[in-house]
């Protein structure tokens, strides 16, 4: 199983970005998603998930209105747009996809059991 993710960059304040996970392995389509993000410093912290259904979004409240979270389970991908970036998104946002099939969606990284490799958003003020 891998989760690929892709889309970091660097961006100046106020741009957009495009993260994409695509899985492999196996098929996650009735599995909850999320990304969640690291900065430098400072503890993993919950960004976005989408349930298994896709009826139900979650997001922090510092990305609420700015980020949209999404997936295609035909693609076997899940995709987080970001808009309206600001330099404290900075971080390794990172993908994750739920320990078992048709779970409550949850806001904790210990919920997730698989994980992609991190790619890196820096936004410059």
């Known amino acids: 199983v891998q989760l690929q993710a892709s889309g970091g960059g660097l961006v100046q304040a106020g741009g957009s970005l495009r993260l994409s996970c695509a899985h492999s392995?196996?098929?996650?389509?009735?599995?909850?998603m999320g990304w969640f993000r690291q900065a430098p410093g400072k503890e993993r912290e919950f960004v976005s998930a989408?349930?298994?259904?896709?009826?139900?979004?979650y997001y922090a409240d510092s990305v609420k209105g700015r980020f949209t979270i999404s997936r295609d389970n035909a693609k076997n991908t899940e995709y987080l747009q970001m808009n309206s970036l600001k330099p404290e998104d900075t971080a390794v946002y990172y993908c994750?996809?739920?320990?078992?099939?048709?779970?409550?969606?949850?806001?904790?990284?210990?919920?997730?059991?698989?994980w992609g490799q991190g790619t890196k958003v820096t936004v410059s003020s």
């Open positions: 994750a996809v739920d320990h078992a099939p048709y779970g409550s969606t949850s806001y904790d990284a210990g919920s997730y059991k698989y």
């Open positions: 392995g196996r098929t996650f389509s009735n599995y909850a």
């Open positions: 989408i349930s298994w259904n896709q009826r139900s979004t």
